[in-house]
């Protein structure tokens, strides 16, 4: 990929400039980076790159927040396990929920960092997406739903295994 195909404010296509941008962005955030998504499948989640971002992030600051909306944690659970592991290491800073069936109506995903700089795949079967930085505008519409979907989870995902 060049600097064209992943240039901010226009329309980009293609599952390598996305797991790209996903990264421009997680860099970006310094306090709070509020990810929606309908199951991880799509992005890299699983890779060793992107939990080393995700990483820097929850440890470069004390006071950084991860909030993360699936629709199914499912894959999260059971294919992600570096981000498991990351969520069980900073379970204080690292939320993940899943929504109710309410919500699943959502075919978009999206990530919001510092209320300001954002991601947004216009449907997840399409690698269609657009990327912005200090965008606060769309930043807020983004947040607004980003809150609207926070209504409708069921409850968060847990670190720690229950049992007898």
Known sequence: ?????????????????????????????????????????????????????????????????????????????????????????YSHKMMVYETNDMAKIAKDCFMIADKRHYLRRFHIDQARFKYAFDDEIESANLLMRFGELLEETTEAVSATKLGL
């Open 1 to 89: 990929m060049n600097e064209t195909e992943l240039k901010p404010n226009s329309i980009i296509v293609g599952e390598r400039n996305y797991e790209a941008a996903l990264d421009l962005v997680i860099e970006q955030a310094e306090n709070e980076l509020l990810i929606f998504d309908q199951d991880f499948v799509h992005g890299d989640y699983a890779s060793q790159k992107r939990l080393e971002i995700l990483y820097h992030f929850l440890s470069s600051n004390p006071l950084s927040k991860l909030t993360i909306i699936l629709q199914s944690a499912e894959h999260f659970v059971n294919n992600c396990p570096r981000l498991f592991e990351l969520l069980k290491l």
